[in-house]
C-alpha cells in the first residue's frame, strides 16, 4: 500500500468543510457589506430632507407666508390668522398610500401658543429630531420675532381616517 | 492517474478560483449597477421639487447630472428614474407631497441636461435651454 492510497480523507474532509463554510461567509458578508455601504454612502440627511420640506410653512401664501396689501409674498414672516390646521391640510398632506414613508411635522408658533398636526403625525409616538426657525409674525403692530418649532417623525405608520381624526382631537 | 492527495490539493486550487470568480462577479456587479446614480438623482430632485415648491414666484434650477441614459417622469405625487426595458419594480421613485393646487409634470427620455421650471403653481421637467447649461 503506497503513501498516497493510505491518505486520510476524513482529516482532510474536515478541513475542507470549515474552508467552504468560511469561503460561503465572505461571499455573503462581500455582497451585504457593498449593499449596505452603497445604501449608507448615497443616503440623504433626513434633518435636510424635512429642513426642505419645512421650508414652504415659512415660504409661500398658500401655506403661512404672509401676503401683503399689494399681494406680494413676505417669505418668513407668518400670519398667524393662517396658522390652522385647515390651511395645513393643504400646504402638506399625505395621501394615505405613501404617509407613512415620509415626514410628519408638528408645528408649533411659540408666542401664539397654538399647535398643528400633518395628517399622520402620532401624538404618542415620540419625535425623531425638532427644527427650530425664527420668524417674523404679521401683528396688528406690525412685525414681531417668533419661533416656528416644528418637531419631525419619519416613517410614521399609516393610520385610517378614524384614528387620524383621533390622533388630532 | 490522480491520487487521493493530489485530488485534495487541486480542490483547494479550485476553491481558491471559484471564491475569487464569485467575489470577483459580485464586485463587478455592484461597481455595474446605477443603483447609486438613480437614488442621487431621485433625492436630487425630490428635494428641488420640495425647494422650488417653497419658493414664491419663478424659478428654475438644472438638475446637476446627465441623464442621457435614463428616462425621468415627473407628476404630481413622485419622481420615477428608470432605464429603457426595466420593469416597474426596478425604477427608483422618490414621492413627495405638494400644496393643494400645485402640480408637476415632465418627462424626459435620452434628454441630457434637464431643467425644473416653476411657473406660477407649476413645476415642470424639461430639457434645458442652450443658454440654461
Not at chain 1, 449593499?35 to 454612502?41: D, I, L, Q
Not at chain 1, 420668524?135 to 406690525?142: A, E, P, S, W
Not at chain 2, 464586485?27 to 430632485?45: C, G, P, R, W, Y
Request: proline content about 3%; some cysteine.
Amino acid at each position: 500500500m503506497s503513501d498516497d492510497d493510505s491518505f486520510l480523507i476524513p482529516q482532510e474532509m474536515f478541513f475542507y468543510i470549515i474552508v467552504v463554510i468560511i469561503f460561503a461567509g465572505m461571499v455573503l458578508f462581500l455582497a451585504f457589506g457593498i449593499g449596505t455601504f452603497k445604501g449608507r454612502v448615497v443616503q440623504t440627511s433626513p434633518q435636510l430632507q424635512a429642513e426642505l420640506i419645512a421650508l414652504r410653512f415659512t415660504g409661500i401664501p398658500e401655506c403661512f407666508a404672509y401676503k401683503d396689501e399689494r399681494s406680494i409674498v413676505r417669505s418668513g414672516i407668518i400670519d398667524p390668522q393662517k396658522f390652522s390646521q385647515d390651511v395645513l391640510d393643504r400646504c402638506y398632506y399625505h395621501f394615505r398610500k405613501e404617509g407613512f414613508t415620509s415626514f410628519n411635522f408638528r408645528l408649533q408658533l411659540q408666542g401664539e401658543n397654538k399647535e398643528l398636526f400633518t395628517n399622520n403625525y402620532k401624538i404618542n409616538d415620540r419625535d425623531d429630531f425638532t427644527l427650530v426657525k425664527e420668524i417674523l409674525k404679521r401683528t396688528t403692530q406690525g412685525f414681531e420675532k417668533d419661533l416656528l418649532i416644528i418637531f419631525v417623525q419619519e416613517r410614521v405608520e399609516r393610520t385610517t381616517d378614524g384614528k387620524k381624526e383621533e390622533l388630532r382631537a | 492517474m490522480v491520487t487521493a492527495r493530489q485530488f485534495f490539493y487541486l480542490s483547494q486550487v479550485l476553491a481558491v478560483f471559484v471564491f475569487g470568480v464569485v467575489a470577483l462577479s459580485i464586485a463587478q456587479a455592484h461597481a455595474k449597477s446605477d443603483f447609486v446614480l438613480k437614488t442621487n438623482i431621485a433625492d436630487e430632485i425630490k428635494m428641488m421639487v420640495d425647494t422650488l415648491v417653497a419658493v414664491p414666484g419663478e424659478a428654475l434650477v438644472k438638475v446637476p447630472y446627465n441623464t442621457t441614459d435614463y428616462s425621468l417622469l415627473l407628476t404630481s405625487e413622485n419622481i420615477a428614474i428608470f432605464k429603457k426595458g426595466e420593469n416597474k419594480e426596478q425604477w427608483t421613485i422618490r414621492p413627495f407631497f405638494l400644496p393643494e393646487g400645485y402640480h408637476a409634470q415632465g418627462s424626459s427620455v435620452d434628454l441630457g441636461r434637464v431643467c425644473l421650471e416653476k411657473k406660477g403653481k407649476s413645476i415642470t421637467l424639461r430639457r434645458c435651454l442652450e443658454d440654461e447649461r
